[in-house]
């Protein structure tokens, strides 16, 4: 199989990182690539470090945008760039096993001999330090979605792999249900022709716009792997995105999950087998468990922010979610709440 790959990167001040992830990239023992490099206006010494690769190998493609563009608005103008027949976003600090392309070729092959040709794979990834050290694997029994996916017999055994698979409306179905990302961030290969069918990730959420675009995946494709093994390495460190969401405040995030419930197309509900409804008490349920995950931690001010934001958003539907009722009475005083975590952790 001749199929190319764009390794689509998009870089804001990681001159510390960056130059690793390229030679991550070109140290594949799959060779049929392209590197697309979007910088977004970094203040370090990024677009030099870029420039000295571009200017060694043709097959890296770099810009670098005149202004800071946002997140999401410089993931778009990377794979703006793209040419690839198959694409996969690595964030400019993250890390690619040597033979993380040779096994995604391996999948699609044996995907193809299925007759699964409309499709998105991702894996497993390992943890590391801002250092380079490890941390943990994230596998399929960390995560909520694949770890009571059984083995895919055929799949696994044509790539002597560990291999999940599923069909894309029960994936939707958990996704929306569980408000979850699918998906990897810098794990995941797609059809540069699905991108383009779903608009890209249109740069509107502030805080988690791969969701809002693996979900749009999910209504134009029909089945997802999960390879369990590591074939990427997932940076953590403190000014990474995952990082300052974690220290952002709950609003931001829960804006963007706002507009993943208002927004879901007709489409995605009739595949995943939803209503309207029930999905408007999902985001309740979901924030609410937030809620009192807050008061649990005696983070009261926050606890009372998220509360009245989802309260205001669905006020119906808060008024006969039960998750709601507990984060009412938990916000009442420091004991209440204390009674109420225990009562419900029983």
Request: charged fraction near 25%; include cysteine; hydrophobic fraction near 40%.
């Amino acid at each position: 199989m001749d199929t190319k790959f764009s390794i689509c990167i998009p870089n804001y001040n990681y001159a510390q990182y960056i130059g690793e992830t390229i030679e991550s990239v070109l140290k594949q023992t799959y060779q049929n690539f392209e590197i697309c490099i979007a910088d977004n206006a970094s203040t370090d010494n990024s677009w030099q470090i870029i420039e000295s690769y571009a200017n060694k190998d043709n097959r890296i493609n770099a810009v670098k945008n005149k202004k800071n563009v946002g997140f999401a608005g410089n993931l778009d103008k990377v794979a703006s760039l793209a040419k690839g027949e198959w694409m996969i976003m690595l964030s400019s600090d993250d890390v690619m096993y040597p033979k993380a392309l040779e096994k995604y070729i391996e999948i699609i092959e044996a995907a193809e001999t299925q007759q699964f040709y409309s499709l998105v794979i991702t894996s497993t990834f390992e943890k590391i330090d801002a250092e380079g050290k490890f941390l943990a694997y994230l596998d399929a029994d960390g995560s909520s979605i694949w770890k009571t996916v059984i083995k895919h017999p055929v799949l696994s055994n044509l790539t002597a792999t560990d291999i999940r698979l599923l069909p894309n409306n029960d994936l939707l179905h958990s996704c929306l249900l569980k408000f979850n990302n699918p998906y990897n961030f810098a794990a995941t290969a797609y059809k540069r022709s699905h991108y383009e069918a779903v608009g890209g990730y249109e740069g509107s959420r502030m805080m988690n716009p791969d969701k809002w675009f693996h979900w749009k995946l999910l209504e134009h494709t029909e089945h997802s792997v999960f390879v369990n093994v590591p074939l990427f390495k997932y940076r953590w460190h403190q000014t990474n995105q995952t990082a300052q969401l974690a220290t952002s405040g709950a609003l931001k995030f829960w804006m963007d999950e706002y507009r993943n419930c208002f927004e879901t197309t007709q489409q995605m509900l009739e595949k995943s087998k939803l209503t309207k409804s029930e999905l408007e008490q999902a985001f309740i349920t979901n924030g609410m468990k937030y809620v009192l995950l807050h008061i649990k931690n005696k983070e009261f001010k926050d606890a009372k922010r998220l509360y009245n934001f989802l309260k205001a958003a669905y006020p119906d539907t808060a008024k006969t979610n039960r998750f709601a009722k507990y984060g009412k009475i938990g916000l009442m005083s420091a004991p209440i709440s204390a009674l109420l975590i225990n009562k419900l952790a029983k």
